[in-house]
């Protein structure tokens, strides 16, 4: 069965920092593309960042950029969202997302495996 669950969520004060986890199962990870998606509550769901099956990395979310940092560990079939400086406006249910290509791309429906997602809350 494949599936994706993500893992490495929860509270953390403004300013910490938080890893999320993207383990696949079922499948390689290798040949896909990941992305990373956010939900806050009462909005629509966005990209947040994407990395190619070769390792590149795409930034789809202005707010995150500089902050956050997505990177891939083949060996282990995980993908993760390293999150610094967390401001409130990040918080939301972080999702990831499979795509059987090669190249990133921001909409969702391009993308074939989705996890169950983790919630992310920043607040003192």
């Known amino acids: 069965q494949l599936q994706l669950v993500e893992s490495g969520g929860g509270l953390v004060q403004p300013g910490g920092s938080l890893r999320l986890s993207c383990a696949a199962s079922?499948?390689?990870?290798?040949?896909?593309?990941i992305g990373w998606f956010r939900q806050a509550p009462g909005k629509e769901r966005e990209g947040v960042q994407c990395?190619?099956?070769?390792?590149?990395?795409?930034n789809y979310a202005d707010s995150v950029k500089g902050r956050f940092t997505i990177s891939r560990d083949n060996a282990k079939n995980t993908v993760y969202l390293q999150m610094n400086s967390l401001k409130p406006e990040d918080t939301a249910v972080y999702y990831c997302?499979?795509?059987?290509?090669?190249?990133?791309?921001?909409?969702?429906?391009?993308?074939?495996?989705w996890g169950q997602g983790t919630q992310v809350t920043v607040s003192s």
């Open positions: 997302a499979a795509r059987r290509a090669y190249a990133c791309i921001s909409f969702r429906r391009f993308y074939d495996y």
């Open positions: 990395i190619s099956s070769s390792g590149g990395s795409t």
């Open positions: 079922g499948f390689t990870l290798d040949g896909y593309a």
